[in-house]
């Protein structure tokens, strides 16, 4: 059965894609807004170690530009002389999950406007979803358990971490590698993405990207993508 992907622009329904067969949401702050939580992670972790490094939100919205917490470590400790070694860098990254992980205990979160709606459309038209993330296993089972009663995980196909592909985001591969295991065309594939790198990661996999960017990202340049929506409940299916 054909399934075709309509978004509404201007009240006006402007068909977009055809014969889709799987949705895939990009990380986490696809499925939900997680980027305050993320930077006072970042912070706390930096003072456990011992750091004075403040991360404010106008920088670290700059940086994520580039995908990975470690990357954007090591960025930081160059560009101000602190030469950390790769394994302090990877003791802080730890810490900082650490502290994620915990707020997401602590603090509840939603997921973002429209995800749910389109989750219910692609298990109602046989869409088969998946999670195309290279974030670590620990953080995707917090995310799973901080959202549980509201996103029913069970029913994606395939959920992938960071040992899923050799090479991050913005490399295609991990949106190759998953496509592959659903057993299905990338041109017969979506991606849901947040940031530029998570973009670039599926345009250059030759997915329909539709760009969906968060509080911290929406001042960055999305012109990469098919096209880009505020509200994900301006995205609908029909057959």
Not at 18 to 46: P, R, W
Not at 65 to 87: C, M, P, V, Y
Not at 132 to 160: C, H, M, P, W, Y
Request: charged share 25%.
């Amino acid at each position: 059965m054909e399934a075709f992907l309509v978004t509404t622009l201007s009240n006006k329904n402007l068909k977009i894609f055809q014969d889709l067969k799987a949705l895939f949401f990009g990380s986490i702050g696809s499925i939900a807004e997680t980027s305050e939580l993320q930077l006072n992670s970042f912070n706390k972790a930096f003072a456990k170690f011992g750091l004075d490094w403040l991360w404010a939100e106008s920088e670290y919205k700059k940086m994520l530009l580039k995908a990975g917490g470690r990357n954007r470590i090591k960025a930081f400790s160059d560009s101000t002389g602190t030469n950390l070694s790769d394994a302090e860098i990877e003791k802080i990254y730890l810490l900082k999950c650490e502290f994620f992980i915990e707020s997401l205990g602590t603090t509840k979160i939603e997921p973002r406007d429209g995800v749910k709606e389109l989750i219910s459309q692609c298990i109602t038209n046989n869409i088969k979803l998946a999670w195309v993330t290279t974030t670590t296993r620990e953080n995707i089972d917090a995310v799973k358990k901080a959202l549980s009663g509201q996103i029913n995980f069970e029913r994606f196909e395939f959920i992938s971490n960071l040992e899923h592909a050799s090479h991050p985001k913005p490399f295609p591969e991990i949106y190759v590698n998953t496509a592959e295991k659903l057993n299905i065309h990338v041109e017969n594939c979506l991606a849901v993405e947040d940031s530029t790198s998570g973009v670039s990661s599926s345009i250059q996999a030759k997915i329909f990207t539709i760009a969906y960017p968060g509080r911290f990202l929406r001042e960055h340049d999305f012109s990469q993508a098919d096209i880009q929506v505020s509200d994900l409940n301006d995205v609908t299916l029909s057959l």
